[in-house]
């Protein structure tokens, strides 16, 4: 490792967000895991159905074409990369997120598209803010039919929904906002990134919204039929709105700091949700959370590991995302 690297990496490891994070995973960690019995746990596994186990990991990986194809919609038609390359880069960034603090899988895979396509990284980086602005949205609209339909016992639970949705909805018209600023031309850099981030942001056609909105509804619905496969390979015989319920709680916590791969913070919400709201045993939402967890943070490693180093771009990728700075997002 370089010398250049090692900084990089010292100075991430440094950073007060990284620090918190994997505090705060730590701390889910404890708390999910304090009373786990591994021989409990490994009856537990031994007992699961590979059947359900397998569909999970198979509409999971489909979840992932259509999110390409939902990335293709929101760039401009003169400049849309492929499905497939953006399917590539989905994982890829995945694959970052799961290794890298800060969620930087994010710019790595921005990085990789513009790269490849011979796009600006900050334009492109927009385009990733519109495609989460899209997933704010349907968790949104899912939280709110939860709300709806669940009588939640405990009222901070449907407070902490609520709350979460609000703060959701706050940061969707923020940027809603935002994405209508001009910026004029200027030959400050910070201020052409920052323009092209807002192009990026403005780049989806009026014409693609609609079936943006609905390929977004069907991504969050293969994560709540890929809940109900997990829990039916346990047997647990959860509804499909107790399976909303872990969705959606376990989603609104990953917007908390955590350590790369959402470790800790994952698991801790899923336990919570199974044990204290469904009076699960506690072995029985500690496996639950970790095969929850397991089975994707697995695939989405090893695929986007392994597009990731068949790209041409991989070195110089790694060696500009880890400078943590507004450098990597500007052209080339």
Same mark, same amino acid.
Do not use: C
């Given at each position: ?8 990496? /010292? ?15 730590? &701390?889910?960690?404890?708390? &999910? ?7 409990? @746990?490994?009856?537990?596994? #031994? ?16 979840? *992932? ?6 990335? $293709?919609?929101?760039?401009? =038609? ?37 790269? =490849? ?31 709806? +339909?669940?009588?939640? =016992? ?5 407070? @902490? ?20 600023? $001009? ?12 323009? #092209? ?24 619905? +293969? ?9 039916? /390979?346990? #047997?647990?015989?959860?509804?499909? %709105? ?5 969705? *959606? ?27 204290? +709201? ?22 989405? %490693? ?5 597009? @990731? ?11 500009? *995302? ?7 997002? #500007?052209?080339?």
């Amino acid at each position: 490792m370089s010398n250049n690297r090692k900084i990089n990496m /010292a100075g991430l490891a440094g950073n007060p967000k990284v620090i918190s994070g994997i505090i705060i995973s730590l &701390a889910g960690i404890y708390w &999910a895991f304090k009373d786990f019995n591994f021989f409990d @746990f490994k009856r537990s596994i #031994q007992q699961i159905d590979l059947v359900y186990l397998i569909l999970a990991a198979i509409f999971l990986w489909g979840s *992932v074409w259509v999110r390409g194809l939902r990335w $293709k919609w929101l760039f401009k =038609e003169s400049a849309s990369p492929s499905v497939s390359s953006l399917y590539k880069a989905e994982l890829i960034g995945y694959f970052g997120n799961n290794v890298l603090p800060l969620r930087l899988g994010e710019i790595l895979r921005a990085y990789i598209i513009g790269k =490849e396509n011979n796009l600006s990284k900050s334009f492109v980086f927009g385009t990733v803010v519109l495609e989460r602005l899209m997933d704010m949205l349907a968790l949104t609209f899912f939280a709110i039919i939860l709300l709806l +339909i669940y009588p939640f =016992e405990e009222g901070w639970v449907s407070n @902490f929904i609520l709350k979460g949705g609000v703060v959701l909805s706050v940061l969707i018209f923020s940027l809603i906002i935002i994405s209508r600023i $001009k910026i004029k031309s200027t030959e400050n850099k910070l201020l052409r990134i920052l323009n #092209q981030m807002m192009e990026g942001l403005q780049s989806i056609k009026k014409h693609r919204i609609v079936p943006v909105v609905i390929a977004s509804i069907l991504i969050w619905s +293969i994560y709540l039929l890929d809940v109900y496969f997990i829990q039916r /390979a346990f #047997q647990f015989n959860l509804s499909w %709105t107790q399976s909303l319920t872990v969705l *959606v709680i376990s989603s609104l916590v990953l917007s908390i700091p955590s350590a790369p791969g959402m470790i800790g913070t994952f698991h801790a919400a899923v336990k919570y949700t199974m044990v204290d +709201i469904f009076a699960f045993t506690p072995n029985d939402g500690n496996s639950f959370a970790i095969l929850m967890h397991a089975y994707g943070y697995i695939l989405f %490693t090893i695929l986007g590991a392994y597009y @990731f180093l068949k790209s041409q771009f991989h070195e110089q990728a790694i060696k500009n *995302v880890l400078k943590a700075d507004s450098n990597e997002l #500007q052209e080339k």
